[in-house]
């Protein structure tokens, strides 16, 4: 009987899959009682239609009733409350189930130091009270505008309860005593609607503050400034929503063509081109292991995030040290993504030259950038189709996860980021530097190593899965495999890696410019 030789690279491989499939594993579970993005930027998207509704029937942009009845419907206000409340429910479902984690952890730790998975819950249900408690505040506004005062006195009244010690108790009961019978005006009632209310609402209530006050010229200037913004509103909405409406349509019937010609034309259809050519793969599942595992997972889970702290805390050090002003806290973590993200590429990439460097000279269509074979038709084509595919999985993936399963923490500091050079390292981040390194490993490199093992469709599932996984967000999986799906596809017809990143930077570019414009609503 033959013994299979030991070898200590492919244990050192195993073990290091096994534990990085743990971690993986146990990040995905951990994201499951994460909220979405998706219910906060409904919310962004229910706060600039509050805008709109201040826009007057004879302006500029030729708003009238009937466009107006079709954009916010008959009753817009209503219609956000009801919203907001259904939030509100899912953020209190939310908030017992983290007490109740809480709970449990308190009982299982038995050691007397701080327990991080402790604090770290009890941060998180810091966070969701206080998410409650902002919640309430807009939901007591929208309450006064649809005939509910009393509601909204009561909704006011539970901020103000001891038990919630929030630091929005001051702003709930200036809010009370504007809307209270006879009204009551505390002495900083201004500057605290000011401070913690924005957008609509803080429009309402300063409205409702200088009426009180008697002071015409202040509300009169009010209004001009939030007709203005209304007017600004109403341009970013019709230009947010008609692009990607329009090639969204342009992207299904291209989708319906292209379907349609497979059917008709067989292997001589577009779709076909390439449909079973496999890339001549010199080395084999260990170096596909090592690129994976190592450069990717590995890496950029433990190694980086440690060599990102050394550098982020010694940077304040430096500023200082250099009589530079230091970094705010925004640009400090743009700066701390954009480290993560450059240093996981360049070191992921190392591994993958390292890789696959004594195979050199590679066979033919390894890692091919030529700028030939209609990439730029084949990445914006598949950009526009793309869009309704990813309109309709997110849909139904919303219906299953109930606005569960996380999200990408990015898009949520996009969103509520006001910082132009922030900003500009974000894009930067988002929509250069992601496309070229995620495009280089996970179709460069990977999708043609798998077509050593399996069919090219086969290698392109197998690839579109990994690289959603890799995103470590439970509820983003199905719709990152999708969009996995068609860069795999754009790229095998192509053959060429320039094609899936002009179509990822798109995204990505999209992404980030709708996130923008809901964020601007404040």
């Known amino acids: 009987m033959t013994s299979v030789p030991f070898k200590p690279k492919q244990f050192i491989l195993g073990a290091l899959a096994i534990l990085v499939v743990i971690y993986v594993g146990f990040a995905l579970l951990g994201s499951f009682g994460e909220q979405q993005i998706s219910s906060r930027l409904e919310l962004y998207q229910t706060d600039l239609l509050l805008h709109v509704t201040e826009v007057p029937d004879d302006n500029e942009l030729g708003f009238n009733a009937d466009t107006r009845r079709a954009l916010l419907g008959e009753e817009p206000v209503k219609t956000a409350l009801e919203e907001y409340q259904e939030l509100r429910r899912s953020a209190e479902t939310d908030l017992s189930r983290l007490s109740d984690r809480l709970n449990q952890a308190l009982a299982d730790s038995d050691t007397p130091q701080p327990d991080p998975t402790v604090t770290t819950l009890q941060t998180t249900l810091n966070q969701q009270q206080e998410l409650l408690t902002q919640l309430d505040l807009r939901i007591g506004l929208l309450q006064t505008q649809t005939d509910q005062t009393a509601a909204a006195l009561q909704t006011w009244s539970a901020i103000a309860n001891p038990s919630r010690s ?32 924005d957008g609509w609402f803080r429009y309402v209530a300063l409205r409702r503050l200088y009426q009180l006050q008697q ?34 349509l342009i992207g299904a019937a291209l989708l319906i063509f292209l379907i349609a010609q497979r059917v008709l034309k067989g292997k001589q259809a577009l779709l076909s081109k390439n449909e079973d050519t496999r890339w001549e793969t010199p080395w084999d599942w260990e170096t596909i292991l090592q690129v994976l595992v190592v450069g990717f997972f590995f890496v950029g889970q433990f190694i980086v995030p ?66 030939q074979s209609n990439w730029f038709l084949w990445g914006f084509g598949g950009y526009l189709v793309a869009l309704p595919l990813m309109i309709l999985v997110s849909l139904v993936n919303q219906q299953i996860w109930q606005g569960q399963g996380g999200s990408n923490p990015l898009l949520k500091i996009i969103l509520e980021e006001a910082d132009p050079l922030s900003l500009g390292i974000f894009f930067f981040t988002a929509a250069i530097a992601a496309p070229l390194f995620e495009e280089t490993l996970f179709r460069g490199f990977l999708l043609p190593s798998l077509t050593r093992y399996v069919s090219v469709p086969g290698a392109i599932a197998i690839s579109s899965v990994i690289f959603a996984i890799a995103h470590l967000s439970l509820s983003e999986v199905v719709p990152l495999a999708v969009l996995g799906c068609v860069l795999g596809v754009v790229y095998t017809r192509s053959r060429s890696l320039l094609s899936p990143m002009l179509l990822h930077s798109l995204w990505n570019s999209g992404t980030m410019i709708g996130l923008l414009i809901l964020g601007s609503g404040s």
């Open 166 to 197: 929030s630091p929005l108790t001051e702003t709930a009961n200036t809010l009370a005593g504007l809307w209270s019978t006879p009204p009551r005006l505390l002495p900083d009632a201004e500057a605290q609607l000011q401070k913690n209310l």
């Open 215 to 248: 002071r015409p010229d202040a509300l009169a200037d009010l209004q001009t400034a939030e007709q203005e913004i209304a007017q600004q509103t109403l341009f970013k909405l019709v230009l947010g929503n008609t692009l990607p409406l329009v090639g969204s």
């Open 306 to 371: 440690f060599l990102v702290r050394f550098v982020v805390t010694g940077l304040p050090r430096l500023l200082q040290t250099a009589g530079q002003a230091p970094l705010t806290a925004s640009r400090l973590q743009a700066f701390s993504a954009l480290t993560y993200y450059l240093l996981m590429a360049g070191i992921a990439l190392f591994i993958l030259y390292v890789s696959v460097k004594p195979f050199f000279p590679l066979p033919a269509h390894w890692f091919r950038l030529q700028g």
